[in-house]
């Protein structure tokens, strides 16, 4: 059973927008969230992570959310670059797993001119 | 020079043949981890090592061997694999085996078992 889904395979935003891309959990256990980007032919990066003491974390243009209720994490990227196309990958972990990352299918992002 | 690097990147072999993937980090980090991605399917962890002792087989297949000589090198030997076996093989490693350390990953090697 997979806890962790990225419920939209695709995502196609105009340069200059908010690309918003979405992550639910089930496991009310996990306590950090990671999103990674992943370039064809390439490993996955990280980009930004959260804890869940916190609701909201930014780096640069990315920012991320989490909506411990709802359990849902959110990545929001502004303005929206043609680099950034890519495959996004959210990811949680609890601490008593240590280092078990649980990571969801994945979003691709295309970000178009 | 690349973080982790992950050698060889594609490998093609048959049922009955006996490989070797290999990864290097030069992170300077200590734990390391095998995770395997299959088509459509998420990224699935396989092996953790930590200061090169195993700490986590998620249930792996015994076809799958690892190997962590030290905390710098990290090998997964392979042996009479399936053809579901075909994947994206990646290798990753972090400060150590602990919360709030994100992974680094390598770029992959892809398998394609006949």
């Not at chain 1, 690309?19 to 999103?35: H, R």
């Amino acid at each position: 059973d997979q806890q962790v889904k990225q419920n939209s395979p695709s995502l196609s935003v105009q340069e200059g927008r908010i690309s918003i891309l979405n992550c639910d959990y089930t496991n009310s256990m996990f306590d950090y969230f990671l999103w990674y980007k992943k370039y064809p032919a390439e490993g996955p990066t990280f980009l930004i992570s959260i804890s869940s003491i916190k609701d909201k974390n930014e780096d640069g243009r990315f920012t991320v959310f989490l909506n411990k209720s709802a359990k849902h994490l959110s990545l929001h990227i502004v303005p929206s670059q043609p680099g950034d196309s890519a495959v996004y990958f959210c990811a949680a972990t609890r601490g008593s797993t240590l280092g078990r990352l649980y990571f969801g299918r994945g979003t691709q992002l295309t970000v178009w001119p | 020079e690349t973080g982790v690097t992950q050698t060889p990147r594609h490998l093609v072999m048959g049922m009955t043949n006996k490989k070797s993937l290999k990864c290097e980090q030069h992170l300077g980090h200590n734990a390391m981890y095998w995770y395997k991605q299959s088509a459509k399917k998420p990224l699935e962890l396989m092996f953790v090592y930590n200061f090169k002792e195993q700490t986590e087989n998620n249930s792996v297949p015994s076809r799958f061997s690892p190997e962590c000589p030290n905390s710098s090198h990290l090998f997964l030997h392979l042996h009479t694999l399936q053809p579901e076996d075909s994947a994206l093989y990646l290798c990753a490693s972090s400060q150590e085996w602990q919360i709030h350390q994100p992974q680094h990953f390598g770029d992959g090697t892809r398998l394609s078992i006949l």
